[in-house]
T-cell receptor, first 114, second 110 residues
Framework: KAGVTQTPRYLIKTRGQQVTLSCSPI?????VSWYQQTPGQGLQFLFE???????NKGNFPGRFSGRQFSNSRSEMNVSTLELGDSALYLC?????????????FGPGTRLTVL | QKEVEQNSGPLSVPEGAIASLNCTYS??????FFWYRQYSGKSPELIMS????GDKEDGRFTAQLNKASQYVSLLIRDSQPSDSATYLC??????????FGSGTKLNVKP
């Protein structure tokens, strides 16, 4: 079974621009979560989507948004980029079980904001 | 604010030794617990999941959970240089929200 895929893998943008990242979950997984990872802050939760609805949200400004499509693919958008948005953005898809979700990560998109 | 605490390390062990990684969490009602391995520049990779008190073994890895004391640990037996990575502890609460520790960096010296 194919793993989580993320595109693009690398991005370079300038301040003030916007960016859209894409994530395709493992087949059959309906939950997609997004994280930001920086050396200083570790893994920070952005939001989670399940069946096209945002189910959980972290503490990020409104410049960060996401959506999920009917095929469970998800996109996240960052508007008005700031230097501090430079990070590895990780997508994780989850298989729901009676014991709870288990998250599997994609390879990530490394965003550099100049 | 729910928290997951890990010693940042680095934890250095010689090749062939047992590496012991620890994690504590603040939310008593947490349901499931995970260990991820992350190599530098790569994404986290799931190693183990554990849901009930006690030990769970998978090859050279053993996860240990103690809900009363709110800690979870990972033992790596016969450590290899290829085990050198950052190990992330993650906790899933009742609302399917994940909380990650900041990770422990492990160095296995040949």
């Amino acid at each position: 079974k194919a793993g989580v895929t993320q595109t693009p893998r690398y991005l370079i943008k300038t301040r003030g621009q916007q960016v859209t990242l894409s994530c395709s979950p493992i087949s059959g997984h309906r939950s997609v979560s997004w994280y930001q990872q920086t050396p200083g802050q570790g893994l920070q939760f952005l939001f989670e989507y399940f069946s096209e609805t945002q189910r959980n949200k972290g503490n990020f400004p409104g410049r960060f948004s996401g959506r999920q499509f009917s095929n469970s693919r998800s996109e996240m958008n960052v508007s008005t980029l700031e230097l501090g948005d430079s990070a590895l953005y990780l997508c994780a898809s989850s298989l729901v079980s009676s014991l709870g979700d288990t998250q599997y990560f994609g390879p990530g998109t490394r965003l550099t904001v100049l | 604010q729910k928290e997951v605490e890990q010693n940042s390390g680095p934890l250095s062990v010689p090749e062939g030794a047992i590496a012991s990684l620890n994690c504590t969490y603040s939310d008593r009602v947490s349901q499931s617990f995970f260990w991820y391995r992350q190599y530098s520049g790569k994404s986290p990779e799931l190693i183990m999941s554990i849901y009930s008190n006690g030990d769970k073994e998978d090859g050279r890895f053993t996860a240990q959970l103690n809900k009363a004391s709110q800690y979870v640990s990972l033992l790596i037996r016969d450590s290899q240089p290829s085990d050198s990575a950052t190990y992330l502890c993650a906790v899933n609460d009742n609302f399917n929200k994940f909380y990650f520790g900041s990770g422990t960096k492990l160095n296995v010296k040949p």
